[in-house]
């Protein structure tokens, strides 16, 4: 699709540690990704619905999966008769791979960093991004590219994570650990208010708390290693972790009358309509 190559001057490289860091962790887990990925499906599925009560919505033209993962929500568009061309674009080449694998013919799968996106301005009707703008450096700089490709009258719709995400994990892990971080840091909502109004003043900011249910810590915490998700910042220890450090984690996080845990998500949706 030439309307989609990269523009003059744009880079899709992801060189910076962190970032490379992130998408070999992912790779890693492109095996393990879908079977684990039930807070995922349900932040996803939230924005089709919202998608499906647009009035006068079309999808005839051109749609971006960004961050699409191993593609679970670009089979769903793909599905979809009406779309004209449709993108995979996702920071790890192992979960692009994994996702060419799974996906069928005619979708352009790119490998690409949000904030230095590989495509033409006003080349694309609808961006849909799920839980990928929170492992980027600054929303700013995804959202802006986001508002550079959308056509006029396109639609924007993303999910993200907050601050208290998984916060009793965090603080059975400080009890345990208190010189170590374990779990990843989130915007707070009011940071990430401010950083999409600067961006995309009149965009809707929708959130909430969701509670999952897991038979024990250890069940929660291979959730997240399959998908990929571990802690990936600068506190963390470089060294396995100590069984006894786990065992003590285990003990206090909070358990339910049945021995069960909750873990708690602050989910955000961000919408948005170019003008």
Not at 101 to 113: A, K, L, T, Y
Not at 158 to 179: F, I, M, N, Y
Not at 210 to 239: C, K, T, V, W
Request: glycine share 10%.
């Amino acid at each position: 699709m030439g309307a989609l190559n990269c523009p003059p001057g744009a880079s899709a490289g992801v060189s910076e540690t962190l970032k490379s860091d992130i998408a070999r962790g992912f790779g890693t887990a492109s095996d393990t990704y879908e079977s684990a990925s039930r807070l995922q499906r349900f932040m996803g599925n939230t924005m089709l619905q919202k998608l499906q009560s647009r009035e006068g919505q079309k999808f005839d033209s051109t749609v971006l999966d960004l961050g699409c993962g191993t593609g679970w929500f670009t089979r769903k568009f793909a599905d979809t008769e009406r779309i004209g061309a449709l993108v995979g674009v996702d920071l790890s080449l192992g979960m692009l791979e994994r996702a060419r694998e799974n996906g069928p013919g005619g979708i352009d799968w790119i490998v690409g960093d949000a904030e230095h996106l590989p495509l033409l301005s006003d080349s694309v009707d609808l961006i849909f991004s799920n839980l990928m703008i929170q492992w980027c450096d600054d929303p700013r700089a995804v959202l802006k590219e986001c508002q550079r490709i959308l056509r006029p009258g396109g639609f924007l719709m993303v999910s993200t994570l907050l601050d208290g995400t998984l916060r009793e994990l965090k603080a059975a892990w400080h009890a345990a650990d208190p010189d170590h971080q374990h779990v990843n840091r989130f915007e707070t909502e009011l940071a990430l208010q401010a950083k999409v109004r600067a961006e995309l003043p009149d965009a809707v900011v929708e959130s909430r708390t969701i509670s999952l249910p897991y038979e024990s810590p250890i069940a929660l915490a291979g959730e997240l290693r399959h998908l990929g998700a571990g802690f990936r910042g600068a506190g963390r220890r470089r060294a396995v972790t100590a069984p006894g450090r786990l065992r003590a984690m285990c003990r206090q996080y909070p358990k339910e009358p049945d021995g069960t845990i909750m873990a708690s998500y602050e989910a955000a949706w961000i919408y948005w309509q170019k003008p």
